[in-house]
């Protein structure tokens, strides 16, 4: 079973999040588990501060590095993965969260204000992940995409497993168009392949609509 710490200024952000769907539905048949721990817990001083102003000025927080090495110290285990979540880490694809589902034990810890005091990032990290090119006010929504994206590679979380094979990023090409009953809905009817039951068509169709919304909106996958 994978374990997850998850260490933040947020933690009810993810109370909902761990508890629904498929992922609540994992947690709850022990495929993962999934721990979330308030940094302040700890912090030393009465007022229980976690960040400060910058050492040569500039705006915004810094998350002090006293708070975060105790967390990370008292939470890790041999071998764990520390994994810091930044815009300025490496985008997180499925070959990343493939790689991290089957690991024993990860600790996420999530970034906030201007980010982290680069001693913690030197010292008790050992990966950085961006879930992509733009800037969230806090690096626990981050920890969530990254959970619920490695979740999936974990066997039995999806319970169809089949589903992963047929998905965007999977391969080089985008997902093809889905459709369910009715066979018409406001004079629109479902591609007539899609009912014919031949399913050797059935894939060419499926195939050349992933290339042809590849090609459309993503053809960066296709160099």
Same mark, same amino acid.
């Given at each position: 079973m994978l374990r997850i710490d998850v260490i933040t200024l947020f933690p009810k952000m993810l109370d909902g999040f761990l508890t629904e769907s498929i992922l609540g539905r994992g947690c709850s !048949? +022990?495929?993962? #588990?999934? $721990? &979330? %721990?308030?940094?302040?817990?700890?912090?030393?001083? $009465? %007022?229980? $501060?976690?960040d400060d102003s910058p050492f040569g000025g500039g705006a915004g927080m810094v998350l002090k590095p006293e708070p975060v090495f105790a967390a990370i110290e008292e939470l890790q285990t041999p071998g764990c993965k520390r994994i810091y979540l930044t815009p300025d880490g490496v985008r997180l694809s499925p070959s990343i969260a493939?790689? =991290? *589902?089957?690991l024993e034990h990860i600790i996420f810890l999530s970034g906030h204000y201007e980010g982290i005091d680069q001693r913690i990032r030197d010292s008790v990290i050992d990966q950085e992940? *961006?879930? +992509?090119?733009? &800037?969230? /006010?806090? +690096? /626990? =929504?981050? !920890?969530a995409v990254t959970i619920d994206c490695l979740s999936r590679f974990i066997p039995g979380v999806l319970g169809e497993e089949k589903s992963l094979t047929h998905e965007s990023f999977n391969g080089k090409l985008l997902d093809f168009p889905q459709y369910t009953r009715p066979a018409e809905f406001r004079g629109i009817p479902v591609p007539e392949v899609l009912l014919s039951g031949n399913h050797s068509e059935i894939e060419k169709w499926r195939? *050349?609509?992933?290339? #042809? $919304? /590849?090609?459309s909106v993503r053809p960066d996958l296709l160099t």
């Open positions: !048949a +022990g495929l993962l #588990e999934v $721990k &979330v %721990h308030d940094l302040r817990r700890w912090c030393l001083d $009465k %007022h229980k $501060k976690a493939k790689g =991290l *589902s089957k992940i *961006s879930i +992509g090119d733009y &800037v969230l /006010t806090n +690096g /626990t =929504l981050a !920890a195939d *050349s609509r992933a290339l #042809e $919304k /590849t090609r």
